[in-house]
């Protein structure tokens, strides 16, 4: 039996952790974007000139940022309270995004969100931006 596998895109996300450790007491978590995902993030994107004020509860406190509203059908696909950091302005002008953390729990959280996140994502765009199917019934009795 064959496998054929076939690749459309480097569709990455990447999370990096770091310290100082004589003075911080937050943990700050960047995320990083391959840049299909970017494009692919961006065109899902409305209006880039519209932007939205979102919180995201992480534990003790909420972390406050600027995002691109984004079309209803990915929206409704992605469930996770974190989905919004996709669609940050800072990450989909740049391909990263910096936030502190006080609580390990609302990192592994977050992490574990968008890992799921970017994978309903990636698979939502890919189905439904290119779908093409036909059924046809033929009924005898």
Known sequence: MTSISKKIGNYEIKFKTSFDKKSDEAITLELSVSED???LINEV???RK???TTS???GEGYLDFQRYKIKSFI???IYSDSKYLLFSKILA???K???KFYSARAIDRVISDLKEDTRT???VYLKYSNLDVSIKYNLAQ
Do not use: I, R
Request: charged share 25%; glycine share 8%.
């Open 37 to 39: 995902l970017l494009k």
């Open 45 to 47: 994107c409305v209006l």
């Open 50 to 52: 519209e932007e939205e």
């Open 56 to 58: 995201l509860s992480v």
């Open 75 to 77: 929206a409704g696909s």
């Open 93 to 95: 002008d740049t391909g």
């Open 97 to 99: 995004f910096k936030a």
């Open 121 to 123: 994502l990636v698979q």
